[in-house]
């Protein structure tokens, strides 16, 4: 007579198990039970009365936001990450001073944080004292440098012919380019920098031999 025993099968029991669908996986959100969203900080904290600058919410259970507000204007949402910890946002324009932002979504809304909005400096004027050298031939393809400040960004034209470029230095002192070809037989030409915050002529301008 045979005693028959029954042996667990792992196998067999593995394939029992439900198999998770990956679109059933979620990431979980960071919360603290029981309460709403949590505002803790913005950065940056301060940016530009014209607003459209990028700001990060940082905080607990901000998933699904659905609106954040500055003061009483509506922000554009342009992002959020999936655990509920950051809303990335470009604020709407406001008048220069502090105002209080607040998320919500189908929880509820966030305590606010203060928000500064900051006039903008004006940008300076450019000023040309001296461009080097002041002559040149009239077939262009000269290096210059035009001796100033707030040079940066500029573009300067040789008359009415815009020349090429290179670029300034940090501190906007002194501008460098090549000229351009100028008129037939040659002569003198205005040389006018132009930035962000104006033009500005060169004194007694280049010439063209």
Same mark, same amino acid.
């Given at each position: 007579m045979c005693t028959c025993t029954n042996q667990p099968n792992p196998q067999a029991a593995q394939a029992l198990l439900p198999t998770p669908q990956l679109s059933q996986l979620q990431p979980p959100q960071i919360k603290f039970p029981g309460l709403g969203p949590v505002l803790i900080a913005l950065l940056p904290n301060s940016g530009p009365v014209d607003g459209g600058n990028t700001v990060t919410l940082f905080g607990l259970g901000? %998933? &699904?936001?659905t609106s954040v507000l500055f003061g009483d204007e509506e922000a554009t949402i342009v992002g959020q990450d999936p655990f509920g910890l950051t809303v990335t946002v470009q604020p709407p324009p406001q008048d220069a001073g502090a105002v209080q932002v607040t998320a919500t979504n189908a929880v509820g809304t966030t305590n606010p944080v203060t928000y500064v909005y900051v006039e903008q400096a004006p940008l300076p004027e450019p000023q %040309? @004292? %001296?461009? !080097? #050298? !002041? =002559?040149? #031939?009239?077939? &262009?393809? @000269?290096?210059? @440098?035009?001796? &100033?400040?707030g040079l940066? +960004? &500029? =573009? /300067?034209?040789?008359g009415d012919t815009p020349a090429t470029v290179l670029g300034a230095d940090p501190s906007g002192t002194f501008l460098f380019g090549i000229t351009p070809a100028g008129p037939d037989g040659g002569g +003198? /030409?205005? /040389?006018?920098v132009t930035t962000p915050g104006g033009s500005a002529? /060169? #004194?007694g301008g280049f010439t063209y031999l």
């Open positions: 901000l %998933a &699904g936001t %040309a @004292t %001296a461009i !080097i #050298p !002041i =002559t040149g #031939p009239s077939g &262009g393809g @000269t290096l210059f @440098t035009i001796v &100033g400040s940066q +960004n &500029g =573009t /300067v034209t040789f +003198n /030409v205005p /040389v006018e002529t /060169v #004194p």
